[in-house]
């Protein structure tokens, strides 16, 4: 059996994602990393992390990523950075021959998502992106019962983003500017802007945004010198009683888009980072019925509606249980899609094209909201780029 060798770049934090790819019983080892944090600082917001250099005692760890991708017998590289350097590492990556798992979002600019898939289509190395909640077991359930035709042909999607965690993981570090992540409509809601692509069946060709920056520019900041503390914590709440927040905050903290989809169905996503509880809420409507999450992971629920009656008294209801791992249960099985895919040419909900229209929902949802609310359409991306990258990269 051929063993994979793995590399990752940016070992901490998001990082630790990848560190379930290293299955030498099934040919898959982690031998390199690459971040520019020295040894024993990678795990500095979760002291009972351990580092990488603990963790993989057998593989080296070096600071410049360009190092890791010089190694020939690395065939596998994870790409787990900031969403700034994404587009530099991926291109290089693609370049070297690797098979590349990108972190979303794809990049922070429309522009840098073309140049991406371009550089894939040309050097046919393999190219997935870790869009997780494409797996989430919620997010399956309602694709099924849309599969379905139990609801109709689905006609507006509505999502709810509550994210009482905002402050604490995107308003203490590098998320907080744009020049790092374009904003948070791109940065946290590519998630859910895909996922509402990959259910209604389409994509958005022309989008609207309001959002501004309500609460946050009004907190204590931190000293520019001293580094951020991105650790979730649930006593930082009302988020005027915080201390410690980006001496630079220039991203919106909630933010709305209206969004016109290529099939003639429309859809809304609504993002708040300073509520007092956390959750995903959907809702599908169909020429049949409506279809609507209650709760996004563990102990949720899918109900169901296909005659009139109250929002209390569903016709159907899905109680799905738990199920382990992180991000309610998808980060195993899309890092085993992801070898599955490089090995074995299998399918995979997450797609290439499917990330950079999520990214253009962001990228121009910003540009409306920060240039008086104006429609934008989006540019449409080459035939034989989407004909590539829908037929599971093959020729």
Known sequence: MKTHKIGIIGVHGRGRHAYQAHLPE?????????????????NFHNPDFKPFEQTF????????????????????????????????????????G??????KPMAITLEGCDRILRTAYRTKS?????????????????????????????????????????????????HSEQKNTCGLLLQKGAHDIDVMHWLMGSVTRRVVGMGMLSIYDKCARRPADEAGCAAWDENNFPPLEVKGFSPEIDVEDHNMVMMQLDNGAQATYMQCHYTPD???????????????????????????????????????VYNLKPVSGGHGGADAPIVMNFLDFVTKNAPTNANPVGARDAVAVGVLGHYSMRNGNIPQDIPRLEPELINYFLNNQQD
């Open 26 to 42: 099934k040919g898959f080892e982690i031998v390199m990393g690459a971040d520019p944090l020295p040894p024993g600082k990678h």
């Open 57 to 96: 005692p057998n593989a080296s760890l070096v600071t410049d990523y360009r190092e890791l991708l010089a190694n020939k017998d690395i065939d596998i590289v994870f790409i787990m950075s900031p969403d700034f350097c994404h587009e530099e590492q991926v291109v290089a990556a693609l370049e070297a």
């Open 98 to 103: 690797k098979a590349v798992y990108l972190e």
């Open 126 to 174: 393999k190219l997935f992106i870790g869009h997780n909640m494409r797996y989430f077991p919620v997010i399956l359930k309602m694709k099924e019962v849309i599969d379905s035709g139990i609801i109709g042909d689905i006609q507006c999607g509505w999502c709810r983003h509550f994210v009482n965690y905002g402050g604490d993981a995107y308003f203490h570090d590098w």
């Open 278 to 316: 956390a959750e995903r809420n959907y809702t599908f409507i169909g020429t049949k019925g409506r279809v609507e999450n209650i709760g996004d992971s563990g102990d949720c629920q899918v109900h169901v509606w296909t005659r009139r009656g109250p929002r209390s008294t569903p016709d159907i």
